[in-house]
């Protein structure tokens, strides 16, 4: 007995229906799988002009500067790396949780190493115009600042309000020490976080770049045992062989990096896959993802 035509389409449809709705929805890639996906164009490569490369007897720490943000500081830190002036000078504090300092371990000023031609002042650069600034916000609520995202890679908050802008204290960032004055750092001593990401530092220090590759060389070094984790004694302090600009080295004997681009699609899928973990060991996705949290790739540079 066959059905009449109308009542057979319905069928067949209703059917069909059926079957769409049973398939499950296409699984959203892994970190991993989006990494793999990406072509060139979604990497960058750091500028020569505006990279670190800090060398301790462990390896390479590459650092790379932020002169959107700090243009006075990265231009007397140039001016440092370029007349040597950290060559053998020494980390002198590592403090658990929280930073990694080096510079002149001298305590008084007539015995500490002299700055060549770099400047001696320089204006405190908390923060900057908002105005003209990339910014690729994150979708998530932050607890420091109005708006989070990333700016020229850099982990960033700014405030509509105020126009402002500036970077935030994420751990491998790199930050100019200074005394109680707001305008006593000059980019001679620095630190990078190693630690929970101390956010209340932001606004109130110079941030002059991150870390973006060989944080770990800097993270698995002793904890200093005097206050604030300095150095108690000078055998302990980490030897600086040097700190040289990337552009002042034989391009033979540069770090290969690639960083990930922030302004792309594919890094808001990535940023979607570590802020809704769905595979099988998460049981329920977070639905949020701090500023500090999103990762930031570097690989080595392929062979082209």
Not at 10 to 21: M, N, Q, R, T
Not at 52 to 78: C, K, Q, S, W
Not at 105 to 133: D, H, I, M, N
Not at 226 to 245: H, S, T, W
Request: net charge neutral; charged share 25%; aromatic share 6%.
């Amino acid at each position: 007995m066959s059905l009449p035509r109308p009542l057979a389409l319905a069928l067949l449809s209703a059917c069909a229906a059926v079957a769409f709705a049973a398939e499950p929805p296409p699984r959203p890639r892994t970190m991993q799988e989006i990494l793999d996906a990406s072509t060139p164009a979604h990497w960058r490569t750091p500028d020569p002009e505006n990279t670190l490369y800090l060398e301790l007897d462990a390896g390479r720490v590459v650092i790379e500067l932020a002169p959107d943000f700090a243009p006075a500081h990265v231009a007397n830190i140039r001016a440092l790396a370029k007349a040597g002036y950290w060559n053998g000078l020494s980390i002198n504090r590592v403090q658990d949780n929280f930073v990694v300092q080096w510079g002149d371990p001298a305590e008084e000023a007539v015995t500490r190493k002299p700055l060549g031609a770099a400047q001696a002042k320089l204006p405190a650069e908390f923060t900057r115009g908002s105005e003209g600034l990339p910014f690729h916000r994150l979708p998530d609520a932050d607890g420091w600042a109005p708006e989070v995202g990333f700016s020229h890679g850099f982990p960033a908050a700014r405030d509509p309000a105020t126009k402002t802008a500036w970077l935030a204290h994420c751990y491998g960032m790199v930050g100019a020490g200074r005394d109680v004055a707001a305008d006593s750092s000059n980019g001679s001593e620095l630190y990078v976080v190693i630690g929970q990401s101390p956010r209340q530092l932001d606004r109130n220090i110079t941030v002059v770049g991150r870390v973006i590759h060989g944080i770990e060389r800097l993270s698995a070094l002793p904890r200093g045992t005097g206050p604030l984790g300095f150095y108690e004694k000078p055998e302990q302090r980490v030897p600086i062989r040097a700190i040289r600009l990337a552009s002042e080295v034989p391009e033979a004997e540069r770090s290969r990096l690639e960083l990930l681009r922030t302004d792309t699609p594919l890094f808001d899928e990535l940023v979607e896959a570590r802020r809704n973990r769905r595979d099988d060991w998460y049981k329920v996705p977070a639905g949020h993802i701090d500023l500090c949290n999103v990762p930031l790739p570097a690989r080595e540079a392929p062979a082209r």
